[in-house]
């Protein structure tokens, strides 16, 4: 079984609390000034991990981040831990079927304004989903005794959202950043270029936890984004290094390119990776540093690596 490791305020770096991921059992982040649960979701699986976590943030009047997929007995769960306190706001990072579909199972129950960008046409996300209105970057959501700030992520996919508490430094991330593996980019409607200047913009908030929608929540929010940033540029400059070993043999298909590239990761996540190693080329591809041809991929300009 995965393990759950939660923060609080006064421990030192690197110490961790561990206990086990429970489906539905509320678990309070430590430390804040409002009150931050995490909930569970029932979903557990390959590209879930434990599953999707849900937050009820507040005290007297509460938000909702990420209700999840459209599993009644999970919605049914968040309603019991809110019990009958007034919802401000249903909140989602985005619209993949783990995310917002239980928004509008949550709406059969209450009444709140759903915070959120629309599923991007064509793109084969939740149509469910509607946000109350057009929501923009920056803007802040006034939750009773709390506001709740947007801001714009997009990379793993065009409409991202992560959620900053004011005040707390919590940043509710979605699949923005993840606790113990790094996100997918799903290109088209995801970008490279998109998400690496979103984890850098993320730099000069406020942040004191990442809440991330899937894994444990992460008390050292700087080093984690920093961790990313150097994790995807090592991933580049491997594509370009590969690029530059076969460059006398000819061009690489993609299939054998993501076979050289991804060489340290299991067989079963090979397709998953193949669309991050896509958005990886067509960044380079913009940047001249990878050229597409018939036959594959070559390197472009400088072969000194």
């Not at 029932?42 to 009047?61: C, F, H, K, L, Q």
């Not at 998109?194 to 700087?222: C, I």
């Not at 991050?276 to 050229?291: R, S, W």
Request: glycine residues 10%; aromatic residues 4%.
């Amino acid at each position: 079984m995965m393990a759950k490791v939660l923060y609080s305020q006064g421990e030192t770096k690197g110490s961790r609390v561990q206990e086990d991921f429970i489906a539905g059992e509320p678990v309070p982040i430590a430390g804040t000034n409002i009150a931050v649960l995490r909930v569970l979701g029932n979903n557990a699986g390959p590209m879930t991990g434990p599953g999707t976590n849900s937050y009820i943030v507040g005290g007297d009047r509460v938000a909702v981040v990420d209700p999840g997929p459209a599993d009644p007995s999970h919605i049914k769960r968040l309603l019991e831990i809110i019990d009958g306190r007034p919802v401000e706001a249903v909140l989602v990072t985005h619209t993949h079927g783990d995310h917002s579909p239980g928004a509008a199972l949550l709406l059969r129950h209450i009444d709140a304004q759903v915070v959120g960008l629309p599923a991007p046409l064509g793109s084969g996300q939740d149509p469910s989903f509607k946000p109350t209105r057009q929501y923009h970057d920056g803007e802040s959501i006034h939750c009773g005794d709390f506001d709740i700030r947007l801001l714009h992520t997009p990379g793993h996919v065009s409409n991202h959202l992560c959620f900053l508490l004011q005040g707390d430094g919590v940043l509710f991330t979605g699949d923005h950043i993840l606790e113990g593996t790094t996100p997918v980019i799903l290109p088209p409607d995801g970008n490279m270029r998109d998400y690496l200047h979103s984890l850098q913009r993320l730099k000069s908030e406020p942040l004191r936890y990442l809440a991330p929608a899937h894994g444990r929540v992460m008390n050292h929010p700087f080093q984690e984004i920093e961790k990313l940033l150097r994790h995807r540029m090592r991933r580049e400059a491997k594509i370009k290094r590969v690029l530059t070993d076969s460059f006398a043999a000819g061009a690489l298909s993609t299939e054998a390119l993501n076979r050289r590239v991804y060489d340290d990761v299991p067989e079963h996540l090979l397709p998953w990776a193949m669309k991050t190693l896509q958005a990886h080329l067509i960044k380079l591809k913009e940047d001249g540093e990878a050229l597409e041809t018939g036959a594959g991929w070559i390197r472009g300009g400088s072969q000194d690596l």
